[in-house]
């Protein structure tokens, strides 16, 4: 027997290697403490054990963890699809293999909301949008051609810019109809840039969580029509990340995956920069974090975080900001506090707990690594050091989903939002690459 949902991510072929690093704390919940480090903690079907490492056997080592995974798991294979590479049944017409969802003729796309879930995605979705839209005229509304050109983007780089605003306008008009009448409309926005390079590096990051906020739901939505309208203006999305990211000269996609983040990522993330909006738009439901501040962040726009020659645009640089190993400092706020469209959101956390770890989203892990010396607002961490299907391949590399939770629990890609009844404070972008 085999659990095809788990091989299928990879999860056979990666814990049986060289990964003795990786960490499992068993401690919280009253679960059994095991000490000794390459325990097979569940004897799979196939006779392949899943090795873990506890974070117990030594703390101050653990450089990044899987995390506690609950009781009766791996759970009892569901699947009975044999994977053979053999058809099964008949093709329902030639050249089509069986099986699909709305795969068939009788099957109409209704391009439109079936739920809740899908109506305020999208229209969060529309929020990240219309703030794109907003942004890149806005910074060619500010800047001069002489401040572009001093940051040694040209007229060609500009009209680039403006051709993905006009992007823009070619999304929120598609999740607009999508949505219907009461979509939301554009707000206003406040930026955090001063100058043409801030301006680049702050719409590279705030197209990685419009990117991974898409990606945390897409898989999810119950109108499958819908969603394929929304991943191919993602596609798009994601080329643009990748365009502002060599506009500040960094390696334009230093990672094998890009990683997916819940909805209230990346609504915790949008909402400061929204400054007010239209009387009469509806409020979304998603969960606005404390903020939590990385204190020793590298900045993208200097050469190495220590010194301030800054690398020009280009295809692409070789070049590493921060390393495994490096300590990461925090300093969050607590909830209750005011934030986004006419200041009307609150902070809020659902867990009381104070928090212990330090969660990293990104490629296809949500990893752990311990915090130290945690105050009332403080705590600071280590990057962890492990790598994804090869040694070639760091998990935090480019920029860096980084939360703080209460706990370590075990997720994977299409679980990862059972993380925020855990969040205490953020994510922020830790800027790795
Ligand atoms: C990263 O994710 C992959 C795919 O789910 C998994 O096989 C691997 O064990 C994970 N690695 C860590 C360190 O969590
Ligand atoms: C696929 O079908 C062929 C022909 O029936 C058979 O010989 C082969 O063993 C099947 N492959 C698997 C993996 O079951
Ligand atoms: C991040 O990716 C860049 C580009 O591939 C690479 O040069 C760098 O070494 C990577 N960082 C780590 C920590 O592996
Ligand atoms: C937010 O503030 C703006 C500007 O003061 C105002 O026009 C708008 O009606 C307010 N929106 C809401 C939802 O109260
Ligand atoms: C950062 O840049 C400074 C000045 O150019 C250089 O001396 C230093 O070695 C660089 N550090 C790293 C980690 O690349
Ligand atoms: C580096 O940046 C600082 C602060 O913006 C500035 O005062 C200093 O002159 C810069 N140094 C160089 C060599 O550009
Ligand atoms: C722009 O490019 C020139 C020539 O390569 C270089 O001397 C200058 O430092 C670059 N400016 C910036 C802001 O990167
Ligand atoms: C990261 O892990 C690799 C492989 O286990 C090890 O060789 C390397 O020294 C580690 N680096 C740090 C900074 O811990
Ligand atoms: C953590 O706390 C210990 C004990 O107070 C202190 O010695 C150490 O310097 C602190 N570490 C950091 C990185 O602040
Ligand atoms: C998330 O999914 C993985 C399977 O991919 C499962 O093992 C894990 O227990 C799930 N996490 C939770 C908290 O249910």
Redesign the pocket.
């Known amino acids: 027997m085999k659990l095809p949902y788990l091989s299928a991510?990879?999860?056979f072929?990666?814990?049986v290697s060289a990964?003795s690093e990786?960490v499992v704390a068993f401690s919280a919940g009253g679960e059994s403490t095991i000490t000794a480090s390459n325990i097979p903690l569940n004897s799979v079907a196939d006779g392949i054990p899943q090795y873990a490492t506890t974070t117990e056997s030594d703390p101050e080592k653990a450089t990044?963890s899987?995390g506690r995974i609950p009781k009766g798991n791996p759970p009892e294979p569901v699947n009975v699809y044999p994977n053979t590479g053999n058809l099964t049944r008949p093709e329902p017409m030639p050249y089509m293999p069986a099986g699909g969802i709305n795969t068939s003729p009788d099957d109409i796309p209704v391009y439109q909301a079936f739920s809740d879930f899908d109506w305020q995605s999208l229209s969060l979705a529309l929020h990240q949008e219309w703030i794109e839209l907003d942004l890149f005229q806005e910074g060619l509304r500010r800047f001069t051609v002489e401040e572009f050109e001093a940051a040694n983007l040209t007229a060609d780089d500009r009209s680039l810019i403006e051709f993905m605003a006009q992007q823009e306008v070619g999304h929120a008009t598609m999740i607009t109809n999508i949505l219907g009448p009461n979509a939301p409309r554009q707000c206003e926005y406040q930026y955090p840039f001063q100058t043409v390079s801030e301006f680049i590096d702050f719409c590279q990051k705030l197209t990685r969580w419009g990117e991974s906020g898409v990606y945390g739901f897409l898989p999810h939505l119950d109108s499958r029509a819908a969603a394929q309208l929304l991943l191919q203006s993602i596609t798009t999305e994601a080329r643009q990340q990748m365009i502002f990211r060599q506009f500040e000269g960094l390696f334009p996609m230093p990672v094998w995956f890009e990683v997916g983040v819940p909805q209230s990522f990346a609504w915790t993330l949008l909402a400061p920069y929204i400054k007010s909006c239209p009387a009469g738009n509806p409020r979304l439901p998603w969960q606005n974090f404390p903020t939590l501040h990385i204190l020793n962040n590298y900045n993208a726009i200097q050469a190495n975080g220590s010194a301030n020659a800054s690398y020009p645009p280009a295809i692409t640089h070789n070049r590493q900001l921060s390393h495994p190993g490096d300590e990461v400092h925090f300093f969050f706020e607590p909830p209750g506090q005011a934030v986004g469209p006419n200041m009307s959101y609150v902070t809020s956390t659902i867990t009381e707990e104070s928090p212990k770890w330090a969660a990293w989203f990104n490629?296809?892990?949500i990893?752990y690594t311990p915090l130290y010396n945690v105050s009332e607002n403080e705590a600071y961490t280590r990057q962890p050091n492990?790598t994804?299907y090869s040694e070639l391949n760091q998990?935090v590399n480019g920029t860096v989903f980084v939360a703080l939770t209460d706990t370590d629990l075990y997720l994977?890609?299409h679980n990862v939002s059972l993380v925020l009844p855990h969040v205490v404070a953020g994510p922020n972008l830790w800027q790795a690459g």
Do not use: F, K
Request: net charge neutral; aromatic share 6%; charged share 0%.
């Open positions: 991510l990879g999860l072929a990666l814990t990964h990786y990044g899987p490629q296809l892990n990893t492990l994804l998990i994977t890609p």
